[in-house]
């Protein structure tokens, strides 16, 4: 079975973000992506999923390593000064290169 | 309750004194202190997500239908200059709030204006509630109360963001407006109250039980949750000292004040400015904490949600709402 790379970009953040970050993925071209309710600790101490105002979501996105480069990019240079955030970059295995 | 000569309910047809009879406390209310000691205690009570969405959209929307049945009672029309001055209240309040935090508490302009706008900004929990203190005690008041939620939610957000930001800068206003206008209180609100008007008291009985008999039900299981997410905020409420506590109650306080003169210049009924001041008084913690963290990231959420919930939302629902009643009595003269 045939398998192609592709980048995985993970980013986990406020649920406050959703909107205005599934806007700035639709402006830079992502065709797909999956956003799922979250909650942890970290440096912005601990977040739960029960409640949107203090909520986490996890957004995962599957795209051309080039993409997902531009895409971090953006979030660095718009969200991590004053946002919980993080993110991180994997290479995941596809079957559907068109699709991604 | 002991009926004062100024007392002007009607005395409750059972008087033993029950414990909450005593603290004079709605028994709502006891859910909130529930939802707070079980929060505090690190008790294993947590609602899920869903339940609070379903719960506050039923408490909408039955909030709206009984506004909307009671003005298709009423075809006085709509006194619009009532609304305008109520829609001015919400540009006004939060400059006072906004001169306490930044020139008396010495917060960050941002922070100041954060927390202008959530308090210049309402709570529709705390709405839910003064309804119900009301209803409890056969007080009447503006069929309506709901339109003055619609019109006090935004405008103080809007002045919160100028006072961080200025006119110009880098706001997406037409996004924002969009989203303020379009959030779930607001859609839910007015869309109740259409529908009433619409259907009218006699098409609304099919849907009484669940919007209307259940209402205390429902509103003691938000006002758990509520306490659920208040504890939440505790810890934070330890980093932020004296000032917040005292911001907390002193505004609402003020702004109590203001908006009972200001039921009492627009000519509202007793019930009606008491609501008013109630409004005036609550700070939100639902569109104000959104709005204002897309819009001025560099403000400590933190800080305006814990003074809104932590101190401001069960300081008006145990002690305030009474005080504004009495307070909307004596400017009624």
């Known amino acids: ?100 | 309750m002991t009926p004062g000569p100024d007392s002007h309910t009607v005395a409750p047809p059972d008087s033993s004194p029950t414990v909450s009879r005593v603290l004079q406390l709605d028994p709502v209310i006891w859910f909130f202190v529930l939802g707070v000691a079980a929060g505090a205690a690190r008790a294993d009570l947590r609602l899920p997500a869903a339940i609070y969405e379903a719960v506050s959209t039923v408490l909408l929307l039955a909030i709206g239908l009984k506004g909307g049945v009671e003005l298709a009672r009423d075809t006085g029309g709509l006194p619009f200059a009532e609304f305008g001055g109520i829609m001015l209240l919400g540009f006004l309040l939060p400059l006072p709030a906004f001169a306490l935090a930044h020139y008396v508490g010495r917060l960050e302009r941002a922070d100041a204006a954060s927390l202008a706008a959530h308090y210049g900004s309402v709570s529709v929990g705390t709405f839910a509630v003064v309804i119900g203190y009301l209803g409890t005690r056969g007080i009447a008041f503006e069929a309506r109360a709901p339109v003055w939620v619609v019109l006090l939610e935004v405008p103080a957000i809007l002045a919160g963001i100028v006072l961080a930001r200025g006119l110009s800068g880098d706001v997406r206003w037409s996004r924002l407006l969009r989203e303020l206008f379009l959030g779930r209180s607001i859609v839910l609100l007015l869309g109740g109250l259409v529908i009433g008007w619409l259907a009218g008291p006699d098409g609304i009985g099919p849907l009484r039980p669940l919007f209307f008999d259940l209402f205390k039900g429902i509103l003691a299981l938000f006002l758990l949750e509520m306490g659920l997410i208040a504890a939440a905020q505790l810890p934070t409420l330890r980093r932020h000292g004296l000032f917040i506590v005292v911001f907390g109650v002193a505004v609402p306080l003020l702004f109590a004040v203001i908006g009972a003169a200001l039921g009492r210049v627009l000519g509202l009924s007793a019930g009606g400015a008491t609501v008013l001041a109630t409004l005036a008084a609550s700070a939100s913690y639902i569109a104000a904490p959104a709005a204002i963290r897309t819009a001025v990231p560099e403000a400590n959420p933190a800080l305006s949600l814990t003074a809104a919930l932590a101190i401001t939302f069960p300081f008006n629902i145990v002690v305030g709402i009474p005080l504004y009643e009495r307070l909307a009595v004596a400017f009624a003269g």
């Open chain 1, 1 to 100: 079975m045939e398998q192609f790379t592709r980048r995985l970009l993970t980013i986990v953040t406020e649920a406050v973000l959703e909107r205005e970050l599934v806007a700035e993925f639709e402006a830079l071209g992502v065709r797909g992506y999956t956003i799922t309710d979250a909650r942890g600790q970290g440096g912005r101490g601990r977040r739960q999923s029960d409640w949107t105002q203090e909520g986490n979501i996890r957004i995962e996105i599957v795209c051309e390593p080039a993409l997902a480069e531009r895409i971090a990019l953006k979030m660095r240079e718009r969200y991590y000064e004053h946002y919980a955030m993080i993110l991180f970059l994997q290479d995941v295995n596809v079957l559907r290169p068109d699709k991604f």
